[in-house]
């Protein structure tokens, strides 16, 4: 609607490269529904203090390439070459740019290149898209950015050119994990700036044609087809709960992952920190549900390939922790398994780190009422997950194959199956107890019962460790990397 405006109003000026007239001057036929766009710009900056933080703290870079540039002074980008379409019926465009800009932080590290920016218009659907790739994975065409188009009226720039300044803009839910989880959903971003020329009517979309072919031959035969086939949709329903006995090999339709991390670490951060859950994640008593993203099974190959959604956050500001583990994958295969968790701190996310190892010794594959379950399955850190707690000078606080709290999978492979219900699918620390921690809460229960014998802490009759717990002489922070170090006694070593 803005652009279409911005013709009338373009128009109005008697600028004749954005006229578009009712009907050709010759024969009174309908005028073109699509127009070229042409010599484009797009000038944004993505996030001024993001901007800031790259150059001054993470001590990065920043680089415009392949037709971009950036103003002096850490200033905006500006993206060229747009070209694309105007709609002349709905009022939609779709302009695609040329140019990189690419925010590097070897400290930090972070590497994150936006390219392939294209900005798209037509009511709530408004956006600015691109291709993000964040530290080596990228996504292709996400929705970065929203664009709020309301309130916005257009202006006449050089030579003819139709400009859309400063359009509010907010991070998008894909934009959010595109940028490391360092920004949330809805956090505001720099405004942009559209700026557009109107060249020739475009061709018209091949749109009639192959509409007609396809209603006249695929109508008669499809629908004769599948009307008459329940069959095959009864098969692939069935087919995952009924061959053989209780075998399922095909796609979950829902589930759940449950686990509490360590639950002397959960603890720990109850002594005087805070645990927060987002992305669907619920806190249950034991621990901590995750909701099913995707998942397949083959229960007779003993194979399962399940991923999980949502967050939890452990901070700690008194002794320097923010760490928040998120974006889970299950992979098990006969016997052996393993966790693949997202680990963001302060200084960035190591995304896929191995771990856990998962112990699938005695545990069945196999459904029951449609429902397949890996329970309590026995977990220990891998060399990996244990470094997540290092500090460069002391190293981690914890060793590989140090047990960490038994994992509960639960895939369901039809609608009405039911999983169970949250809290019952916990184990508790494993050779330490149950892992209760009182509904929707961390702690609870003394710190030296639940780590068992190899991990024994002092208890000081207020249920945490004196030391520990207090940030006192032995217990060193790394500043922002979510370390802990445990206060040695002369008996032994105090973890975590």
């Known amino acids: 609607m803005a652009l279409a405006a911005a013709v009338a109003t373009v128009v109005t000026l008697g600028a004749a490269t954005l006229a578009l007239p009712a009907t050709a001057a010759d024969g009174g036929a309908a005028a073109p529904s ?43 980008f500006t993206y060229t070459g747009g070209t694309g379409a105007y709609d002349t019926g709905t009022h939609a465009t779709e302009t695609a740019f040329k140019g990189g800009v690419r925010f590097v932080s070897t400290a930090h590290r972070f590497d994150i290149k936006i390219a392939d920016v294209k900005v798209r218009t037509g009511g709530n659907a408004s956006a600015i898209q691109a291709d993000v790739t964040l530290n080596g994975a990228t996504q292709n065409d996400i929705d970065l950015a929203r664009l709020d188009m309301t309130g916005i009226r257009p202006g006449q720039g050089e030579g003819g050119a139709m400009v859309l300044k400063d359009i509010p803009a907010t991070l998008t839910a894909a934009g959010a994990k595109a940028f490391n989880g360092m920004y949330k959903e809805g956090d505001k971003l720099d405004p942009a700036t559209l700026t557009v020329k109107a060249g020739a009517p475009l061709p018209e979309k091949p749109t009639e044609k192959p509409t007609d072919k396809p209603t ?55 002594a005087g920190g805070k645990v927060t859950v987002a992305g669907g994640a619920k806190k249950v008593t034991g621990g901590y549900t995750f909701p099913h993203a995707k998942a397949h099974v083959d229960s007779r190959a003993k194979k399962a390939d399940a991923s999980f959604g949502g967050s939890v956050r452990f901070t700690y500001k008194a002794h320097g922790i923010d760490m928040k583990f998120s974006d889970f994958k299950v992979r098990a295969n006969g016997a052996k398994g393993t966790l693949l968790v997202d680990v963001t701190t302060p200084k960035g996310t190591n995304n896929n780190v191995k771990f856990a190892t998962l112990d699938l010794s005695k545990t069945s594959y196999k459904a029951k009422n449609d429902v397949v379950r890996l329970d309590k399955v026995p977990a220990a850190f891998t060399a990996a997950g244990a470094k997540q707690f290092a500090n460069g000078a002391v190293g981690s606080i914890y060793k590989p194959g140090q047990k960490l709290d038994p994992v509960t999978v639960a895939l369901s492979f039809s609608e009405g199956a039911q999983l169970p219900s949250g809290g019952a699918q916990f184990g ?56 802990v170090y445990a206060a040695r006694r002369t008996r032994g070593t105090e973890a975590v």
């Open 34 to 76: 699509r127009l070229e766009l042409k010599d484009g710009t797009l000038d944004w900056g993505v996030k001024e203090s993001f901007r800031k933080y790259v150059t001054g703290i993470a001590m990065g870079k920043i680089e415009a390439t392949d037709g971009a540039k950036q103003a002096a002074d850490n200033g905006v």
């Open 216 to 270: 006249d031959k695929p109508t008669a035969k499809p629908t004769d087809k599948p009307t008459g086939t329940p069959k095959p949709t009864a098969t692939p329903t069935a087919t995952p709960g009924t061959p053989g006995s209780g075998h399922v090999a095909g796609d979950a339709v829902d589930g759940r992952l449950s686990w509490g991390l360590k639950k002397s670490f959960r603890a720990y951060i109850s």
């Open 428 to 483: 508790g620390e494993a050779g330490g107890g149950t892992g209760a921690t009182g509904s929707g809460s961390v702690g609870g229960g003394s710190v030296g019962g639940a780590l068992g014998d190899a991990d024994s802490l002092a208890a000081t009759g207020a249920d945490v460790p004196s030391a520990a717990l207090l940030g006192m002489a032995g217990v060193a922070v790394a500043a922002g990397a979510g370390a």
